[in-house]
Each structure stands twice: as structure tokens, then as C-alpha cells.
């Protein structure tokens, strides 16, 4: 079984600030997917980033950067220069990478953190 | 926008009622996914199809129901709705066994 863990209910920066939004995952499989959505009130969510569990580097898009470390099981995503329209709900969420297998599509999400931004 | 695009937006039904929502897919997407979340809540997984056929499904229980279109279009279907299905429900596409999946915007559904 997947578990993801976010233990920050809530988040206040200052406009133009970094944040760090904390995420810790627990799985049994060898290779895994690991996601950051951004959900604004409208309900959508919107694609952030992707780590995958083979990939050496810390993967990067844009203003935003997964802190990827392994051994801990933690994916911290990375918001640099924080502007006011970040305000929403960030879900951390992973998947299963069984090739062929009916748990590869499904997304385990954990509770969410809501960032706010401060002019 | 990501081109999944959910209907209807809003909906409110009365318990015991059966309701249907619909999801279309971004272009080229042969897999969606449906997702319950209710309010404050993570999304949780339902199932998802792939080639008209569920590949895969969650904790839900078999009055929740779904369709895929040879267009790979989706619908899923509750029967005797509960209160507690009253939920935001997400859908979302994806190519098959590949690294992104895009959502709609959802559709609100409210049992009363």
C-alpha cells in the first residue's frame, strides 16, 4: 500500500519569499512516481512537477523544484519568489509504476497544505 | 487549460437518486481516471479505464459504476446516492503507462 504524508495543514509567506511545502511518502515498490498538484479554489487541479524514482537529478519547473531524498522518503516541493496568485491548495501525491499493472494509474494523494501569500 | 473538460459543474441531487458525470479527454488520451474528494480532503482514487475497460479500481463500492467511449471519452454513474457522496469528482487523462495525468475541473456533486 501507498501512503503519502503532509503534516502542514497550513502555510503563511511573504510575497516574494521561498516556501518549502513538506511531503513524506510510504511504498513497498521499487519504482514510483511522485507528483505535486496545485488546486485553487475553482477546484481544478493543476499538474506542478514530477520526480521519478530512478531520476538522480531534483527535477525543476520554472519557480518551483522537488527536494527529492530517497532514504528519507521525502519530496518537498520548492516555490522560489512566491507571488500572490500561489495562494491555493498543494496536494503531494504518488504512483505505483507496475508496467502493466492495474495500480499504475491510480494517484495516492495526501491531505493537502494551503499556502497563502502575504503582499 | 489542460483540455479535460468535465460536466456538469454543479449538481444537486436528492438521496436515493442515481446521477451521471461526464468527462472528456484531452486529445490523444486513451486512460481516464475518476476521483471522489470531499471537502477538505485529498482526492480518492475510484477507478480508471483504459480501452473501455476499468483497469483498475479503488475502495468504492459497485453502485459507483463507470464508461469509456471508443472516443475515450468517460462517464461514471452512482446509484442510490448517499449523503456522503457529496464530493467535488475529478476526472482525469492520461496516456497509458505514461508520466502525466491532466484533470478537469470537476464536477460538484451535493445529495441532499
Known amino acids: 500500500a501507498q501512503k503519502i504524508t503532509q503534516t502542514q495543514p497550513g ?13 513524506t511518502y510510504d511504498t513497498s515498490d ?22 521519478g524514482s530512478y531520476d538522480e537529478q531534483n527535477a525543476t519547473e520554472g519557480r ?13 516541493l520548492v516555490i522560489s519568489a512566491s507571488q500572490l496568485g500561489d495562494s491555493a491548495m498543494y496536494f503531494c501525491a504518488m504512483r505505483g509504476a507496475h508496467a502493466g499493472g492495474t495500480s499504475y494509474g491510480k494517484l495516492t494523494f495526501g491531505q493537502g497544505t494551503i499556502l497563502t501569500v502575504h503582499p | 487549460e489542460t483540455g479535460v473538460t468535465q460536466s456538469p459543474t454543479h449538481l444537486i441531487k436528492t438521496r436515493g437518486q442515481q446521477v451521471t458525470l461526464r468527462c472528456s479527454s484531452q486529445s490523444g488520451h486513451n486512460t481516464v481516471s475518476w476521483y471522489q474528494q470531499a471537502l477538505g480532503q485529498g482526492p480518492q482514487f475510484i477507478f480508471q479505464y483504459y480501452r473501455e475497460e476499468e483497469n483498475g479500481r479503488g475502495n468504492f463500492p459497485p453502485r459507483f459504476s463507470g464508461l469509456q467511449f471508443p472516443n475515450y471519452s468517460s462517464e461514471l454513474n452512482v ?15 492520461s496516456l497509458y503507462q505514461t508520466t502525466e495525468a491532466f484533470f478537469g475541473q470537476g464536477t460538484r456533486l451535493t445529495v441532499v
Open chain 2, 79 to 93: 446509484n442510490a446516492l448517499e449523503l456522503d457522496d457529496s464530493a467535488l469528482y475529478l476526472c482525469a487523462s
Open chain 1, 11 to 23: 502555510m503563511f509567506v511573504q510575497e516574494k519569499e521561498a516556501v518549502t511545502l513538506d511531503c
Open chain 1, 30 to 51: 521499487q519504482s514510483y512516481g511522485l507528483f505535486w498538484y496545485k488546486q485553487p479554489s475553482s477546484g481544478e487541479m493543476i499538474f506542478l512537477i514530477y520526480q
Open chain 1, 64 to 76: 518551483y523544484s522537488l527536494n527529492f531524498q530517497k532514504a528519507r522518503k521525502s519530496a518537498n
